[in-house]
Nanobody, 126 residues
Framework: QVQLVESGGRLVQAGDSLTLSCAIS??????????LGWFRRAPGKEREWVAA???????YAADSVKGRLIASRDVAKNTVYLQMNSVKSEDTAVYYC??????????????????WGQGTHVTVSL
């Protein structure tokens, strides 16, 4: 059973940077075909996809955050990260990581992920 645990969420000021982590257990990301995605749910809004990194190590990001939010991974630590730069108030949300072993599917769709973490809170103050 794949388990995901996010960490790193906190209160930050607009313009700051922070890194979220997602520790994975039950499956090594160095083997198999697991891709990891990052989603967020802002207060009063629908869940949205923000970034992903494929099982081959290729990162992707939503157009709305491209260049600021960057997915990466450390295979040795079996951990994926979301680097958040120049954060804005609209980045305030609960951030979730998710895993899928499906290939050839859009990583921007939450329905393609089988495993989810519990989320970590990010609050951006002005």
């Amino acid at each position: 059973q794949v388990q995901l645990v996010e960490s790193g969420g906190r209160l930050v000021q607009a313009g700051d940077s922070l890194t979220l982590s997602c520790a994975i257990s039950g499956q090594s990301i160095s083997t198999g075909t697991y891709s990891l995605g990052w989603f967020r749910r802002a207060p009063g809004k629908e869940r949205e996809w923000v970034a992903a990194i494929t099982w081959g190590g290729t990162p992707y990001a939503a157009d709305s955050v491209k260049g600021r939010l960057i997915a990466s991974r450390d295979v040795a630590k079996n951990t994926v990260y979301l680097q958040m730069n120049s954060v804005k108030s609209e980045d305030t949300a609960v951030y979730y990581c998710a895993a899928t072993d499906l290939t050839g599917v859009t990583l921007a769709s939450a329905t393609n992920y089988q495993y989810w973490g519990q989320g970590t809170h990010v609050t951006v103050s002005l």
